[in-house]
């Protein structure tokens, strides 16, 4: 990393590739004064701004002192770089506080690819478009040319679009072999769609922005996530089987539990969301915020789950950082003063959809430790918990809420995912249980890669759409893992039904196939069980089911490596193709394909009534996982008939007479 000055102007260069510059015609920097219109409902936001002022910024003087470059941008900025080997931080002091808009440019070119964002469902490469920053709900649809998406734009603002995620973050990772975060938790926008710049927006000026560079993607993801953080490694027992979503009560829940196994089916764990009780929306079966066990459906729950445990078997649960008006931690806390309020000391209550709740202001300590202790250690931790879904964290609205910290609801609401998460990661540390507890979160910003344990890919709608269906995940899961979050998972058969989309028994299996082939396998019910196919409705599905899981079972030693790998290095798990394969032009072009570690290839079928399908195989000696057929180089259409993914493995892998087993005792004849 270079820093090149002639008199006023200057450039920063890595390998001969100039990453930013600027001159009296291209300046690097713009400022301005903006007035933004953000409105929230349900977790959707609409944000509009008035752009008052942009002021282009010239270079007063620079100033090179004791290993740094200070550049004087007149009366507004004062940018300090300072570079160390491949590393780059450039620190941003503003001289003129009603600043609250800034732009950088990046030099660009039309054949750079882009990656990262956080998790980013539609677009791996992201060039070519702009992304906003601002955690939310991804909306239903995502796709503003669908009936569905439109539908639910118009019925209740949730349709979302392209670049709506639960977990964006202001980094990415550049094809010439450098990254850049972005260290600001205000909005932000990257705009990607210029073939000759990058425009970065920010509202406020940010305290900094790194760039760093690296010999290879591999590197690049080290160095990331050694500024960032890494996920610790999964707990063991997570690899023995399938985690079932299952719920309805003692009798219901263990029943369902009972039936699954008597079908062969291998169960890690039973996850029980509405172990704290339920209620019921138009939307459809919710659960009552109120975490602690709910005595008339789970009585005896810690009991039940000791039984479990002596069967080897697993319970997790379900919390969130919000809490419903009606229970009984909502009067506690409110009590001790511990939710934000409005800005007059009134009340602030969130709709969460036909009922409301206090939003839990993790930026007031005494709060932060109540919820870490009285909530998730007490009525989680101490019951027997093996887990949970650690829900939401999108929700801190923007209007009129006063926090402890002082600061703006605007600059804390990309920051509350990862207070979320670490409030999480500390009940679980100090209970002496990290590498026992698993916990999956949606939600998440920068930071969040050392605190949450396992991401998983949110809402996704009961269909093969490739906005918010089955293919969503597989580009949700590569982009989290360009940003340093290499642990993800998904729902078996989606989540969200609405009018007449409904789960199908072809979805769900499709959707067991591709997870057979993540760290971690489960199983929901949805949002409308009674509606959409369930496995343990059919005993067919269930048969499958449990060769699929057994699969991923006998893939146990490969998968804890790949894990391991996350944690000490910050490779994903899933990777994109051209992270090992770089020079192979054709693999920047592939986004619902993936390589599983280094040496399975995945490419899952993510259309109904396909049994043939398309695969492209990089520079390599390919074994077909089901027939043990080889292949090199080139595009084939492989038969994959429901059970029978798209799957390969190299022909040299270490743990090739482990995949050899595969074939030999499930491989189709």
């Not at 990393?1 to 920063?12: P, R, S, W, Y």
């Not at 101490?382 to 809420?401: H, K, N, R, S, V």
């Not at 509350?416 to 939600?443: H, Q, T």
């Not at 998440?444 to 605190?451: D, E, T, V």
């Amino acid at each position: 990393m270079e820093l090149q000055i002639n008199n006023n102007e200057f450039k920063l260069e890595h390998n001969g590739h100039v990453i930013l510059s600027h001159s009296a015609s291209q300046p690097l920097l713009y400022v301005g004064v903006g007035d933004e219109d953000v409105e929230m409902y349900r977790g959707n936001f609409k944000i509009e701004d008035y752009l008052i002022e942009r002021i282009k910024l010239d270079v007063l003087s620079i100033q090179e002192t004791d290993g740094a470059t200070a550049i004087n941008f007149g009366d507004k900025v004062i940018a300090t770089i300072k570079i160390v080997s491949d590393k780059c931080d450039i620190s941003f002091e503003h001289k003129d506080s009603d600043l609250n808009r800034f732009f950088i440019r990046l030099n660009s070119s039309e054949n750079e690819k882009c990656f990262g964002l956080g998790e980013q469902m539609s677009y791996l490469n992201v060039k070519g478009r702009n992304f906003p920053i601002f955690t939310s709900e991804p909306g239903v649809g995502r796709d503003k040319s669908t009936y569905m998406t439109w539908k639910c734009d118009v019925d209740s603002k949730s349709g979302g679009d392209y670049y709506n995620s639960n977990f964006p973050q202001p980094t990415f990772i550049s094809s010439n072999m450098y990254f850049l975060h972005l260290n600001s938790t205000a909005y932000a926008d990257f705009n990607f769609k210029n073939d000759n710049f990058t425009e970065v927006e920010v509202w406020e000026i940010p305290e900094s922005i790194v760039i760093e560079g690296g010999k290879d993607y591999f590197e690049l993801l080290e160095k990331l996530t050694a500024l960032l953080g890494r996920q610790p490694e999964l707990p063991d027992w997570v690899y023995n089987g399938l985690i079932v979503g299952l719920q309805g009560g003692n009798e219901r829940t263990f029943g369902l539990l009972d039936k699954t196994l008597d079908k062969g089916i291998k169960v890690a764990a039973v996850w029980a969301q509405d172990w704290c009780g339920k209620r019921f929306t138009s939307f459809g079966k919710r659960l009552q915020w109120d975490w602690h066990f709910h005595n008339e459906m789970y009585p005896n729950l810690p009991e039940k789950i000791a039984q479990l445990h002596e069967r080897g078997i697993k319970f997790m649960g379900y919390v969130n950082p919000y809490l419903v008006d009606d229970g009984d931690l909502y009067k506690e806390g409110k009590q001790k003063g511990f939710f934000a309020t409005k800005h007059d000391g009134t009340d602030y209550l969130v709709d969460f959809g036909e009922f409301n709740c206090g939003v839990v202001d993790l930026t007031n300590p005494q709060a932060y430790e109540w919820f870490k202790n009285d909530v998730i250690k007490k009525h989680s931790i101490d019951i027997g918990m093996d887990g949970w879904m650690a829900d939401f964290g999108e929700y801190l609205p923007t209007d009129d809420i006063k926090l402890y910290s002082g600061k703006s609801a605007m600059i804390e609401h990309n920051h509350w995912p990862v207070l979320w998460a670490k409030c999480n990661y500390d009940a679980v540390n100090e209970s002496g249980k990290l590498g026992e507890i698993v916990y999956f979160m949606r939600a998440g910003g920068a930071g969040s890669q050392k605190y949450c344990t396992l991401l998983w890919a949110g809402d996704q709608s009961v269909d093969f759409t490739l906005h918010d269906g089955l293919a969503s995940t597989i580009c949700g899961a590569l982009s989290a893992g360009m940003t340093g979050v290499g642990l993800s998972h998904s729902d078996i058969g989606g989540y969200t039904s609405l009018y007449e989309n409904v789960r199908d028994k072809e979805l769900f299996l499709r959707w067991a196939e591709m997870s057979a082939f993540t760290p971690v396998m489960r199983t929901h019910e949805g949002n409308r069980p009674d509606t959409n196919f369930q496995y343990y409705d059919d005993d067919d599905c269930m048969t499958q089911l449990a060769r699929l899981v057994d699969v991923y079972t006998m893939l146990k030693e490969y998968i804890k490596e790949l894990v391991a790998h996350n944690s000490q290095k910050g490779i994903p798990v899933q990777r994109p193709l051209f992270l090992h394969y770089p020079t192979d032009e054709k693999t920047y072009e592939i986004q619902y394909q993936y390589l599983f570690g280094s040496d399975i290839l995945v490419a899952p079928v993510h259309e109904e009534a396909k049994t043939q399908w398309e695969v492209y195989l990089p520079d390599d000696e390919w074994i077909h996982l089901w027939t043990g057929k080889e292949f090199g180089q080139g595009t084939y259409v492989i038969d994959a008939p429901m059970g029978y993914p798209p799957v390969f493995y190299r022909k040299t892998s270490a743990y090739a007479a482990t995949f050899a087993e595969v074939t030999n005792k499930y491989g189709s004849k």
